[in-house]
């Protein structure tokens, strides 16, 4: 290679209590460039990422920044040579202003101890604009969208003056807007000269944004490739090690068209637009539209979890009343949460409970439950949606995303629900497992389920749904089927746009 | 593939987990042995049957109150308020069984009842008014129940109870004390609770995670009601067996003991979070208590010291409890 490289590492390897998770890796980022780091999770893109920030020593192998040999005992060593991370949690407060989060630990002061607080907003709203963002720094930080926090957090960069900046799935909370307006602000970064490390699950995303990519597979490199000169087939099968026969699974066409869900003037909380729709056996519905149309407040409102304002419930053809999960549950719905870990999962509880614990009374025996029964039932769940590891005891926490999605799935499926709700289904899970998930969807539609995905990934939406209905404000703005859909027209209802 | 790695890394962390998952059930058990062993080597007198019976009745008081804290702590929740919920109860009983007469037993309902029933209003507090931490609702509740135990008796004492109140405080069957054998019972009725109902199971899930507990279908308010109900009736209980072993209630009977409670149940290994906490745990956390304070008043020592000595066992229990932790997670 003709060009020095900005930071180089050669043969790194780094075990954790006798175990080899990075084994002789060797990766190397240009001036300017950006490298994207593409894998399943448990891949060792992490742990890599952490050697080159100083948040973890490395065990064998040598790091050179500009060609000179470099050890971090730490991550403000790291910062010094300027290198800045920014990770898929935000580590803003949100009670302070854009301002302060900005030069948090690293405050400009006048004198010994005071803070010089114009020329903080000042340098502020000068990152701000490097970046192309017009934010206001005295805005709290609660005050903005996603987008816009992830866009402040690139800011801080600027404070440790980076030339290095990794970023560790920035775009995995975000809207297609915000998706965007990021991607172009990485592109305003190159073209000022500094590099990227970039980790994203969402290849067509890496396509679009990175000039060469590096695969890790068990901890190990499997290639480094020109963005140019590959494909998202190529990049899938390397990174998983074998040939996805496809990215969204097809499953036989059903001749049942029962009308399993019927949703009739639907107010939401705080909202005074009317929803209304069905949904069938044997399809999937899709819901689409940009963060804060109301996808996930529509779903919570059916299922009870929040109030809403008026509107009537129809499961296969009769009125139900919902007033809390509870109603909903024994209506026969299931709700897979957006917020897995928050919402969805007891972490440090076992599998077994995570998945028996909305179906616990069914294991009564006389006054006591049957701890027999219990495990037996969660056996058979993990054993059926291959769960890996396969031990009921394993806390949930210690689970890949992918599968701690699938002890979720279990839950429900444990309370013989009919109508399943799943929002944004494969947020964070890596492509393998992602395509088990999509399995498990189509197995339960062929079974005669009611199903409904919210996502906001459109592809996804399109790969799987029968029919998409596309949210606005509160509101439906189109019903489309499968063959009329198409990126732009959903794009267009869901801004409102004509 | 990928998938041979992955078995053997499980391999590695089952073996861990076996040691981990033994010093997590034995941990404060092996504690409490040493404690014991030390004792037993410094003064002859420890390990008498005479003197383990009266460990035996030491605790009995404080571990019915734990066992009721349990509840609370587990949903990451407290209750301040048991041992003026204890001092109001037997200030009613005083009044119906030594003032107005009543039947002895009548005053033993009366005495479980009202303690129950300050922690049913502690519940509603905190889910219908929706305070926003159980500490403000007992905190409240705490001021509320000494106020109205000295109250009631114009801050006088209530003596001379029947035989049949004095019972569970007072009597043996033969070596045992029957307020050990209450405690036994008490602690095998809330195990089976816990882990064999699915009521219990929703305590764990709740202190777990509120919101999943929420969205899984329970109705998270009955259950934290229930909760400190319960906890208030094991504080009219613990209060049965005060009297019966001082044979007198007074208003200012418990203050204090809600600190005990709650020592036992975080020396036992119950998680502040919430989600994480066993009877058994508790049981021996108890223990310790108690032993430590029988071993320090064996020795002569003050009760100003013992109070220091319990703060330093408190603080190390749950550092060694850190540390285990912190040793776990960098696997």
């Known amino acids: ?498 | 593939m990928a998938n041979v790695a992955f078995d053997e890394n499980q391999e590695i962390v089952k073996e861990k987990k076996t040691v981990k998952a033994f010093l997590n059930k034995f941990g404060s058990l092996i504690g409490l042995i040493l404690l014991c062993l030390i004792l037993a080597i410094l003064n002859r007198d420890f390990l008498s049957l005479n003197n383990i019976m009266n460990i035996a009745r030491q605790s009995s008081i404080n571990a019915l109150l734990a066992i009721g804290m349990l509840l609370p702590i587990l949903t990451a929740g407290i209750d301040l308020s048991i041992g003026s919920i204890l001092a109001l109860s037997i200030m009613c009983m005083g009044i119906a069984v030594v003032n107005m007469g009543l039947n002895p037993i009548a005053g033993l309902i009366i005495c479980v009842g009202t303690g129950a029933l300050c922690g049913w209003v502690n519940g509603i507090l905190l889910t219908k008014l929706r305070l926003p931490h159980p500490f403000i609702s007992t905190l409240g509740m705490m001021n509320i129940a000494r106020g109205l135990a000295l109250i009631i008796t114009a801050a006088a004492p209530i003596a001379g109870f029947p035989m049949a109140v004095q019972f569970l405080g007072s009597s043996f069957a033969g070596p045992i004390p029957v307020s050990f054998i209450l405690v036994v019972i008490i602690y095998i009725l809330f195990h089976l609770f816990l882990t064999r109902t699915a009521t219990g199971k929703y305590i764990y899930a709740i202190g777990g995670n509120r919101d999943a507990a929420h969205l899984s279908g329970i109705n998270v308010d009955r259950v934290l009601i229930l909760v400190y109900t319960l906890s208030g009736l094991m504080s009219g209980l613990a209060g049965l067996v005060l009297v019966g072993r001082v044979n007198s209630a007074f208003p200012l009977a418990g203050l204090d003991y809600e600190l005990d409670a709650i020592a036992a149940v975080i020396i036992g290994g119950a998680s502040f979070f919430g989600g994480v906490g066993t009877v058994w745990g508790t049981m021996v956390g108890t223990l310790i208590i108690a032993v430590l304070r029988n071993g320090l008043n064996l020795m002569n020592i003050t009760s100003d010291l013992q109070k220091t000595i319990i703060g330093i066992v408190i603080i190390a229990a749950v550092f060694v409890d850190v540390l285990r932790q912190r040793a776990s997670k960098k696997q």
Request: with cysteine.
């Open chain 1, 1 to 498: 290679m003709s060009i020095q490289a900005l930071l180089e590492l050669r043969n790194i390897s780094k075990s954790f209590s006798g175990n080899k998770v990075i084994k002789n890796i060797s990766f190397s980022v240009l001036p300017g460039e950006v490298h994207v780091l593409l894998g399943e999770n448990g891949a060792g893109k992490s742990t890599l990422i952490k050697m080159m920030t100083g948040a973890y020593t490395i065990d064998e192998g040598e790091m050179y920044w500009n060609s000179k040999p470099v050890k971090f005992s730490g991550p403000a060593d790291a910062m010094e040579y300027g290198i800045a991370t920014v990770y898929q949690e935000l580590n803003l407060i949100p009670e302070l202003t854009v301002c302060e989060n900005i030069f948090l630990g690293r405050e400009l002061k006048k004198g010994a101890r005071l803070l010089d607080r114009t020329k903080m907003r000042e340098r502020a709203k000068n990152y701000l604009k490097r970046l192309g963002q017009n934010i206001d720094p005295d805005k709290k930080i609660s005050e903005l969208g996603v987008g816009q926090q992830q866009l402040v957090e690139i800011a801080k960069a600027f404070t440790v003056d980076a030339k290095l900046i990794i970023m560790d799935e920035p775009t995995a909370s975000l809207s297609e807007t915000e998706t965007e307006q990021l991607l172009q602000t990485v592109d305003e970064l190159i073209r000022q000269g500094i590099s990227i490390v970039y980790i994203s699950h969402k290849i067509n995303e890496l396509m679009e944004i990175g000039d060469r990519i590096t695969i890790l597979r068990d901890g190990a490199k499997v290639d480094t490739l020109d963005v140019k000169e590959t494909s998202q087939d190529e990049l899938i099968e390397l990174m998983v090690g074998r040939a996805l026969d496809e990215k969204y699974p097809k499953r036989p066409s059903l001749s049942m068209k029962q009308e399993g869900l019927r949703i009739e003037n639907l107010k939401l909380k705080n909202s005074q637009s009317i929803i209304s729709f069905s949904a069938y056996q044997g399809e999937i519905l899709g819901i689409s539209g940009l963060v804060g149309a109301g996808r996930t407040e529509m779903a919570r409102a059916i299922f009870g979890a929040d109030e809403k304002n008026s509107g009537d419930v129809y499961v296969f053809g009769k009125k139900v009343n919902i007033k809390k999960p509870k109603d909903a549950i024994a209506a026969g719905f299931a709700f897979i949460t957006e917020d897995r870990k928050g919402e969805g999962l007891f972490l440090d509880q076992s599998l077994a409970f995570n998945i028996n614990i909305a179906s616990m009374k069914n294991y009564k025996k006389g006054m006591m439950l049957s701890n027999r029964e219990l495990l037996q039932s969660a056996g058979a769940y993990i054993k059926a949606l291959r769960v890996n590891p396969q031990r009921k005891e394993e806390h949930a926490r210690n689970l890949s995303g992918g599968n701690q999605q699938k002890i979720v799935i279990a839950k429900w499926l444990a309370t013989k629900a009919k109508i399943f709700i799943f929002d944004e289904p494969t947020r964070g899970i890596d492509v393998g497992a992602k395509v088990e998930v999509y399995r498990l969807i189509n197995q339960l539609v062929q079974e005669g389920a009611v199903v409904m995905i919210i996502s906001s990934e459109l592809p996804e939406l399109m790969g799987m749904c029968d029919r998409i209905l596309v949210m606005n404000e509160g509101t439906i703005t189109a019903d489309l089927k499968k063959e009329e859909a198409n990126q732009e027209i959903i794009m267009k209802a869901a801004t409102g746009g004509k």
